[in-house]
């Protein structure tokens, strides 16, 4: 685990680790600066944790595993909000967007896809396939676009258009 000593606590810890199934947080949130002791392992995940994402507003952070599942966790208590299974491979990434109002995941395998999740329902916007998924998802600045960077693909979130 990272020494977090002397760094600032955004979201009642310093910092947190993946470790296989599990997502670690360290820091103290009575203290105006994170120690490095571990302060809990948070479980939902049934096979490796692959990725971990915080909304813009730190209300909430997403973890995404093989286990073909975003769940999507209160990050001050720490709760599990709930979980997102509608993908059908293992889901590789998941990021919010700048506005806070879309989560993007993406899956691989050889249908993989890309489904934006609106964070205010947590029903499903759209869903894009994708022939290769090892890269990132990037929203654009205004939250209107995402951008695949392992395929190069440009997607309009107003429309559901792929633009490139």
């Not at 203290?31 to 909430?60: E, M, N």
């Not at 997102?84 to 998941?94: K, Y």
């Not at 700048?98 to 499903?124: F, H, M, N, Y």
């Not at 440009?154 to 559901?160: E, Q, R, S, Y």
């Amino acid at each position: 685990m990272a020494d977090f000593s002397g760094r600032s606590c955004d979201f009642g810890f310093c910092g947190v680790a993946i470790s296989d199934r599990h997502v670690e947080r360290a820091g103290d949130e009575r203290r105006p600066h994170c120690r490095s002791a571990l302060r809990g392992v948070l479980k939902a995940h049934q096979d490796w944790v692959t990725s971990i994402a915080f909304s813009p507003d730190g209300r909430w952070f997403a973890t995404s595993g093989d286990d073909h599942a975003v769940v999507v966790w209160d990050s001050v208590s720490l709760e599990k909000v709930l979980e997102l299974r509608q993908h059908q491979w293992a889901v590789v990434s998941a990021t919010f967007s700048p506005d806070g109002q879309l989560l993007a995941s993406t899956s691989g395998g050889s249908q993989g896809r890309t489904i934006v999740w609106e964070t205010r329902t947590w029903k499903k916007k759209h869903e894009f396939p994708l022939s290769f998924t090892r890269g990132n998802l990037i929203f654009s600045a205004n939250s209107r676009r995402l951008w695949a960077s392992s395929t190069q693909q440009v997607w309009d979130l107003d429309t559901g258009v792929e633009l490139a």
